[in-house]
């Protein structure tokens, strides 16, 4: 049996154990708290321990590791700082991913999502709770599909982009790199990078960057 790592401590390893211990495929060692809080350390989620803190990582890293944070750009930052490491893709079993779907390194697929054919999900990608992927679909590393989320077919969508509690995004739609999209926004035009775009159809309301 696997033996995983979970980097971060807070809300998201909630959902990445709950996966775990589900499909019964991994031994979770602990978690690391990637805000540095040395009093969290022993303290547990789900049973399982923070084990340390994000300075004292290197420790650990002959284990595999998923980021567990929901953060976009922090989740970016640390994958960058850490080097020679093996990231576990975490699939929930009562997820669907088409045997024509590709899922990269390190990305969390959660409870009743579905990914369908031909879609390429990148690295370290969150794709949560009930959220669905159509054919042929984009999405690019570090990006957050938040819970509810409905993305029709042959959209793309770049890095580091969060889309929102139930949004839903029309099919052959682009979606930029570091861009938020409101919850509940319906995305009909493209968006370009680096926006905040929110509402019904979502207009571009201002800049991330």
């Given at each position: 049996m696997k033996k995983v790592l979970i980097i971060g401590a807070g809300d998201q390893p909630k959902i990445v154990i709950d996966a775990l211990q589900c499909s019964e495929k991994a031994d979770i060692i602990g978690m690391i708290d990637v805000l540095g809080k040395k009093e969290n350390i022993g303290k547990k989620i789900l049973e399982c321990p923070v084990?340390?803190?994000i300075d004292n990582l290197e420790k650990y890293l002959d284990n595999e590791c998923i980021i567990a944070v929901g953060d976009p750009d922090k989740r970016s930052e640390i994958a960058g700082k850490i080097n020679s490491v093996k990231f576990m893709t975490v699939i929930h079993p009562r997820a669907y991913v088409s045997k024509t779907a590709k899922i990269g390194e390190g990305s969390m697929i959660s409870v009743f999502s579905a990914i369908n054919p031909n879609t390429i999900v990148g690295k370290h990608c969150i794709i949560?709770?009930?959220?669905?992927?159509?054919?042929?679909?984009?999405?690019?590393?570090?990006?957050?599909?938040?819970?509810?989320?409905?993305i029709a077919g042959n959209v793309t969508v770049g890095e580091r982009?969060?889309?929102?509690?139930?949004?839903k995004v029309k099919d052959e739609v682009s979606i930029g790199s570091d861009c938020v999209i409101g919850a509940g926004s319906v995305v009909v035009d493209n968006i370009p990078d680096n926006s905040i775009a929110m509402g019904i159809p979502a207009k571009i309301t201002g800049n991330k960057k």
């Open positions: 084990l340390d803190v949560n709770t009930a959220a669905t992927i159509d054919h042929d679909c984009r999405i690019g590393d570090f990006t957050n599909i938040s819970p509810g989320v409905s982009t969060l889309i929102g509690v139930g949004a």
